[in-house]
Nanobody, 124 residues
Framework: VQLQASGGGLVQAGGSLRLACAAS????????MAWLRQAPGKEREVVAA????????YYLDSVKGRFTISRDTAKTTVYLQMNNLKPEDTATYYC??????????????????WGQGTQVTVSS
């Protein structure tokens, strides 16, 4: 499984960014997708996840109402739209894939396939 994340950058608090994860058509068809993040000195956490068909999602409580995960099968890309960013959102964001059911989506060790990270920095 090859995943390529992009779209990170430096933004002021209250701003927006959209992350993109390029995957193969086979990966997108067969696996549930997610965005995870890790800040320095903190454990990796699952920010958002979406099912293979796109009808089920999961969000970390602290990002609900601000972040939206979506998938574009035609473009074989998974997106994370991040609005109203806060300094505490600063982290390296990773795209990941799993075959696990929704009950495990919030469990970061459950993701066996990872892409390289993209850095998101939110200034206050």
């Amino acid at each position: 499984v090859q995943l390529q994340a992009s779209g990170g950058g430096l933004v002021q608090a209250g701003g927006s960014l959209r992350l993109a994860c390029a995957a193969s058509r086979r990966t997108l068809s067969n696996m549930n997708m997610a965005w995870l993040r890790q800040a320095p000195g903190k454990e990796r956490e699952v920010v958002a996840a979406i099912g293979r068909s796109g009808d089920m999602t999961y969000y970390l409580d602290s990002v609900k109402g601000r972040f939206t995960i979506s998938r574009d099968t035609a473009k074989t890309t998974v997106y994370l739209q991040m609005n109203n960013l806060k300094p505490e959102d600063t982290a390296t964001y990773y795209c990941a894939a799993t075959i696990n059911g929704r009950e495990y989506w919030s469990y970061s060790p459950g993701y066996a396939s990872w892409g390289q990270g993209t850095q998101v920095t939110v200034s206050s």
